[in-house]
């Protein structure tokens, strides 16, 4: 399958048929082989139809054979109708005829438990070379292939994006939703149990195709979230996706502070943002951006510029420029002064450039022209509120002529209109003609902000990773093998420090004491000020259990600590197996932030970061990224948490080494790779972040091995 799979063309058999077989077609109207056999017809297509009906010579007018091995010519994609338990006979028969690509609408498979069947029909068909879209899928459509194969009702209206979904009746609703919405597409593809292909091979193929210019996503979950992100990072098209299935309700619990934040939201956001996809936020969302990716080019950079007839609208696209991370700014005086010249003298020139009511035609015809055209704006909104004095058709047509005039192709512009059918009929007739436009000016400006942070993260994607160098393997698989040899999958925090010292990260210096005079021997070592820490496999989170006493200045307060922590420990949990005291520096004071790690199911290892203490535990400030993480996307990670002024340096206070920080994020999310096949889960909670030039201090680390 490799092998197949390296072919630019390895789904065009199934994507782009010159023949199609319906196995199971059928005289009888209830039946999904007759919707399929009528959907095809009716759809349109030009290819060769061969209906497959052992009892019937005709069907809709179309000559029936009795098995794809009585038919005279060559077939590429079979449509699979029939039963569950008669596709294994169906595809050795496809095998046979050299049929390329199935598509098995059939359920009854891995969605309701009978995975080995599944299974089956896949191990069957690859003994042959052929690829299986589906099971359990409505079909595919494609307005220009002119071919419905599926049994929703009817081609989408056309459009130029593509849209793949893992919901089958979501798939028919959008269908039908795209001539009400008036948003088209050009492919709509249901992809079921993606027990062969799936997101990351269709999206592979997608980009190919000539006739799609985006790639829109309904994504319930991946099964391969790396192979998924390895294609996506080299896709030139955009790419939306909508995942559902985000909300905390029936997440699993987790054992680590960061497992119990590592939501599938998060962890997904991660890996789309790290692959340049763009996320929709809803359905409508979706809709509206595949409008604006499928028409329209990226955003550049930041200067974005609203024009406007009506000050309300022009506020509350501010506003939504401000919420979706393009704060306007205002337009440079050589553009204010032109444009002051297409508006009365109680318009406004800044931004946004408000026309005034009084604006028909010429004015925005004038104005947008000039705008687009100008090198200051990378993206351009254009806003019209219908008045009694103006037509929206016109002012759609000024639009439209000003952009085309201008000859510019590689900046955005939508547009908003706010009004009645006539407005409504303005905007149907600009989207015909290739500008995005939308019935409230925060659409508009969703939409730009959509092709600006899919311009910024493209230039993420292409970032090279940096070579982490220095690691003792080999000492970290020691530590690991010997708590597995005792029998754990909890690290204590001195194994788990000497695990991430062996990847470079700076952990205070740790002894553990068994009595109370290897206690006093091993702080005068240390030095005082010392901290002391109770070591048990059983108690990871030492401060609960009275554990952990910070500060101690000399040896009277060593032996008392040591009697109270033991004492404390016993008292906390009876049966825990107490391997001692944790001896250790005490670090100066820095800003704490909580470094981890969870290692997904779909993703692999993943990596947290935040501000620690009561921010992780109240705000849930954290951010992730799938590992590896460059010292640059690190950077970025520690810029995007809210508390990230905090870093910086607020109120007199001297900025945070963000650059040592970056440093260690990047080496600990390098450990979590490297030892992928061991951590499960685990966290550095505390780490002191101290002044620009001194560095960062672990003071705490947990590790929780696989099972
Ligand atoms: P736990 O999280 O298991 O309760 P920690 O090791 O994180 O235990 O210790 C609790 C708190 O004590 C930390 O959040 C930190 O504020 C402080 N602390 C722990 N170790 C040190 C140390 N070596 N130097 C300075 N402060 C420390
Ligand atoms: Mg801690």
Same mark, same amino acid.
């Given at each position: 399958?490799?092998?197949?799979?390296?072919?630019?063309?390895?789904? $065009?058999?199934?994507?782009?048929?010159?023949?199609?077989?319906?196995?199971?077609?059928?005289?009888?109207?209830?039946?999904?082989?007759?919707?399929?056999?009528?959907?095809?017809?009716?759809?349109?297509?030009?290819?060769?139809?061969?209906?497959?009906?052992?009892?019937?010579?005709?069907?809709?007018?179309?000559?029936?054979?009795? =098995?794809?091995? $009585?038919?005279?010519?060559?077939?590429?994609?079979?449509?699979?109708?029939?039963?569950?338990?008669?596709?294994?006979?169906?595809?050795?028969?496809?095998?046979?005829?050299?049929?390329?690509?199935?598509?098995?609408?059939?359920?009854?498979?891995?969605?309701?438990?009978?995975?080995?069947?599944?299974?089956?029909?896949?191990?069957?068909?690859?003994?042959?070379?052929?690829?299986?879209?589906?099971?359990?899928?409505?079909?595919?459509?494609?307005?220009?292939?002119?071919?419905?194969?599926?049994?929703?009702?009817?081609?989408?209206?056309?459009?130029?994006?593509?849209?793949?979904?893992?919901?089958? %009746?979501?798939?028919?609703?959008?269908?039908?939703?795209?001539?009400?919405?008036?948003?088209?597409?050009?492919?709509?593809?249901?992809?079921?149990?993606?027990?062969?292909?799936?997101?990351?091979?269709?999206?592979?193929?997608?980009?190919?195709?000539?006739?799609?210019?985006?790639?829109?996503?309904?994504?319930?979950?991946?099964?391969?979230?790396?192979?998924?992100?390895?294609?996506?990072?080299?896709?030139?098209?955009?790419?939306?996706?909508?995942?559902?299935?985000?909300?905390?309700?029936?997440?699993?619990?987790?054992?680590?502070?960061?497992? =119990?934040?590592?939501?599938?939201?998060?962890?997904?956001?991660?890996?789309?943002?790290?692959?340049?996809?763009?996320?929709?936020?809803?359905?409508?969302?979706?809709? $509206?951006?595949?409008?604006?990716?499928?028409?329209?080019?990226?955003?550049?950079?930041?200067?974005?510029?609203?024009?406007?007839?009506?000050?309300?609208?022009?506020?509350?696209?501010?506003?939504?420029?401000?919420?979706?991370?393009?704060?306007?700014?205002?337009?440079?005086?050589?553009?204010?002064?032109?444009?002051?010249?297409?508006?009365?003298?109680?318009?406004?020139?800044?931004?946004?450039?408000?026309?005034?009511?009084?604006?028909?035609?010429?004015?925005?015809?004038?104005?947008?022209?000039?705008?687009?055209?100008?090198?200051?704006?990378?993206?351009?909104?254009?806003?019209?509120?219908?008045?009694?004095?103006?037509?929206?058709?016109?002012?759609?047509?000024?639009?439209?002529?000003?952009?085309?005039?201008?000859?510019?192709?590689?900046?955005?512009?939508?547009?908003?209109?706010?009004?009645?059918?006539?407005?409504?009929?303005?905007?149907?007739?600009?989207?015909?003609?290739?500008?995005?436009?939308?019935?409230?000016?925060?659409?508009?400006?969703?939409?730009?902000?959509?092709?600006?942070?899919?311009?910024?993260?493209?230039?993420?994607?292409?970032?090279?990773?940096?070579?982490?160098?220095?690691?003792?393997?080999?000492?970290?698989?020691?530590?690991?093998? %010997?708590?597995?040899?005792?029998?754990?999958?909890?690290?204590?925090?001195?194994?788990?420090?000497?695990?991430?010292?062996?990847?470079?990260?700076?952990?205070?210096?740790?002894?553990?004491?068994?009595?109370? $005079?290897?206690?006093?021997?091993?702080?005068?070592?240390?030095?005082?000020?010392?901290?002391?820490?109770?070591?048990?496999?059983?108690?990871?989170?030492?401060?609960?259990?009275?554990?952990?006493?910070?500060?101690?200045?000399?040896?009277?307060?060593?032996?008392?600590?040591?009697?109270?922590?033991?004492?404390?420990?016993?008292?906390?949990?009876?049966?825990?197996?107490?391997?001692?005291?944790?001896?250790?520096?005490?670090?100066?004071?820095?800003?704490?932030?909580?470094?981890?790690?969870?290692?997904?199911?779909?993703?692999?290892?993943?990596?947290?970061?935040?501000?620690?203490?009561?921010?992780?535990?109240?705000?849930?400030?954290?951010?992730?990224?799938?590992?590896?993480?460059?010292?640059?996307?690190?950077?970025?990670?520690?810029?995007?948490?809210?508390?990230?002024?905090?870093?910086?340096?607020?109120?007199?206070?001297?900025?945070?080494?963000?650059?040592?920080?970056?440093?260690?994020?990047?080496?600990?999310?390098?450990?979590?790779?490297?030892?992928?096949?061991?951590?499960?889960?685990?966290?550095?909670?505390?780490?002191?972040?101290?002044?620009?030039?001194?560095?960062?201090?672990?003071?705490?680390?947990?590790?929780?091995?696989?099972?």
């Amino acid at each position: 399958m490799e092998e197949m799979s390296m072919e630019s063309n390895y789904l $065009d058999g199934l994507m782009r048929p010159k023949s199609i077989a319906v196995i199971g077609a059928s005289a009888d109207s209830s039946k999904i082989g007759h919707s399929v056999l009528k959907n095809i017809i009716e759809g349109g297509y030009e290819g060769t139809i061969y209906p497959i009906n052992p009892k019937a010579d005709e069907i809709l007018g179309v000559k029936c054979y009795k =098995s794809l091995l $009585d038919v005279p010519g060559e077939i590429d994609a079979a449509v699979v109708t029939i039963p569950a338990k008669f596709v294994l006979d169906a595809i050795t028969e496809a095998g046979k005829k050299g049929v390329k690509g199935l598509i098995v609408i059939t359920s009854g498979f891995a969605e309701v438990g009978n995975k080995e069947l599944e299974q089956e029909i896949v191990d069957k068909a690859h003994e042959y070379g052929i690829r299986v879209l589906g099971p359990n899928i409505v079909g595919t459509l494609s307005n220009a292939e002119k071919l419905n194969a599926s049994f929703a009702p009817v081609l989408p209206l056309p459009g130029k994006g593509a849209l793949v979904s893992q919901s089958g %009746a979501l798939l028919i609703a959008i269908d039908m939703a795209t001539f009400t919405r008036r948003v088209g597409f050009e492919k709509l593809i249901s992809i079921g149990n993606m027990s062969d292909v799936d997101f990351a091979d269709l999206v592979e193929w997608l980009d190919k195709d000539e006739n799609t210019s985006s790639i829109s996503l309904y994504i319930e979950g991946f099964k391969d979230g790396r192979k998924f992100m390895d294609v996506a990072k080299k896709v030139s098209k955009p790419v939306i996706a909508l995942k559902s299935g985000v909300s905390a309700h029936g997440a699993a619990a987790a054992a680590s502070h960061t497992g =119990s934040l590592a939501g599938a939201a998060k962890v997904y956001g991660a890996a789309f943002q790290q692959s340049g996809i763009v996320q929709a936020s809803d359905l409508g969302n979706l809709f $509206d951006l595949s409008l604006a990716l499928s028409l329209q080019p990226p955003m550049k950079d930041d200067n974005l510029l609203i024009i406007t007839n009506g000050g309300g609208v022009g506020v509350l696209a501010t506003d939504a420029a401000e919420r979706f991370n393009l704060p306007l700014k205002f337009a440079p005086k050589d553009v204010q002064e032109e444009l002051k010249k297409h508006m009365p003298p109680f318009g406004s020139a800044k931004n946004p450039v408000d026309l005034t009511g009084m604006a028909g035609y010429d004015w925005y015809y004038k104005s947008v022209k000039f705008s687009f055209s100008h090198d200051w704006v990378d993206g351009l909104a254009v806003l019209y509120c219908e008045t009694a004095m103006t037509e929206p058709m016109d002012i759609a047509k000024g639009i439209k002529k000003a952009i085309d005039e201008s000859g510019i192709k590689d900046k955005p512009v939508c547009v908003s209109f706010v009004g009645g059918e006539k407005s409504e009929k303005a905007m149907q007739w600009l989207v015909e003609n290739g500008i995005p436009s939308y019935g409230g000016p925060d659409l508009a400006i969703h939409a730009l902000s959509a092709l600006r942070e899919y311009a910024r993260m493209k230039e993420i994607v292409s970032e090279t990773e940096e070579k982490v160098t220095k690691v003792d393997k080999a000492a970290a698989l020691a530590v690991i093998k %010997a708590a597995r040899e005792d029998g754990r999958d909890a690290l204590t925090e001195i194994e788990a420090k000497e695990v991430f010292a062996a990847y470079g990260l700076p952990v205070t210096v740790t002894q553990l004491a068994k009595t109370e $005079d290897e206690a006093v021997s091993m702080a005068k070592e240390v030095g005082y000020p010392i901290v002391m820490k109770i070591v048990s496999p059983e108690i990871l989170h030492k401060s609960d259990a009275g554990g952990v006493k910070v500060n101690i200045k000399d040896e009277a307060s060593c032996r008392e600590a040591f009697q109270t922590i033991t004492a404390n420990a016993k008292a906390y949990n009876p049966d825990a197996n107490i391997h001692g005291i944790a001896i250790q520096e005490m670090a100066p004071w820095g800003t704490e932030v909580i470094l981890g790690s969870v290692n997904d199911s779909t993703f692999g290892p993943t990596m947290m970061f935040g501000l620690g203490g009561i921010f992780v535990e109240v705000l849930k400030d954290v951010t992730f990224r799938v590992a590896p993480v460059s010292k640059k996307s690190a950077l970025r990670m520690i810029e995007e948490i809210r508390g990230a002024p905090i870093l910086a340096g607020v109120r007199g206070e001297a900025p945070r080494d963000r650059e040592v920080l970056a440093e260690i994020i990047s080496s600990y999310a390098n450990m979590i790779v490297d030892l992928a096949d061991e951590i499960s889960e685990s966290d550095a909670n505390p780490v002191l972040v101290y002044e620009v030039g001194k560095g960062v201090k672990i003071v705490d680390a947990r590790i929780i091995l696989k099972k």
